[in-house]
């Protein structure tokens, strides 16, 4: 049973380009979050999403980010107009049930890094 | 919205030593996690607590939620070099997770 998966592992890009970073769930779940890790910080909450809908995106930055997790396929963090700030390890969790208690499973993360 | 504080920032244990970490909250949670990152890793989950005063333990990790629900401890007793990591506490609100800043463990052998 394969757990959540996310590529790519690293990304680099320039300022200004485009990033997607895509997240797979465990198998049987449903709900989908995104935490990012600054350098030397600690994990902050981004948004939350069950398929095809947004239900928590209380803590992504107003601009640039976006977040979708469709029908099929994994989810997807898009950011656009990279600036050097947007560096930092991307994480994404899963979960079952009703997503409100209970443990999430995190992926492996995607690092970014902004030139 | 609500916020955990974490402390310490780190700490460094020779090996043998025990290890503590607290979190703290002006409010009472309904819940409290325990996650552990190694170095260069992701978050691993290690335990939920709900009840006040629960008290749960894993092998040489003890853990810990206070009376009122306010604050929450993990305790290592007798540390080696494979407890090295970043331990945060979190709590669920409403799916998403809160987390504390963090203790980065070292444990010199």
């Known amino acids: 049973n394969a757990g959540v998966m996310q590529n790519p592992r690293h990304l680099v890009r320039r300022r200004g380009q485009e990033a997607r970073l895509r997240c797979s769930p465990m198998k049987g779940h449903s709900h989908v979050y995104w935490y990012r890790q600054l350098p030397e910080e600690g994990l902050k909450f981004m948004v939350y999403l069950q398929k095809e809908n947004i239900i928590d995106e209380s803590g992504m930055p107003k601009e640039r980010f976006s977040a979708e997790f469709p029908k099929e396929g994994p989810s997807i963090l898009r950011i656009q107009q990279v600036v050097r700030g947007d560096s930092a390890a991307y994480f994404c969790a899963s979960s079952s049930g009703t997503g409100t208690s209970g443990e999430q499973f995190f992926g492996p993360g995607t690092r970014l890094t902004v030139l | 919205g609500q916020q955990v504080m974490q402390i310490p920032q780190y700490q460094h244990v020779q090996e043998g030593e025990d290890f503590t970490t607290y979190c703290n909250s002006s409010t009472t949670l309904s819940n409290i996690q325990w996650y552990k990152q190694r170095p260069g890793g992701h978050p691993v989950f290690l335990i939920q607590?709900?009840?006040?005063?629960e008290v749960k333990k894993q092998k040489r990790l003890t853990f810990q939620f206070g009376e009122a629900k306010k604050n929450s401890s993990l305790h290592i007793t007798a540390t080696q070099t494979t407890d090295v990591g970043t331990y945060f506490c979190a709590y669920n609100q409403g799916g998403k997770l809160i987390f504390g800043q963090g203790t980065e463990l070292s444990v010199k052998p």
């Open positions: 607590l709900v009840k006040s005063g």
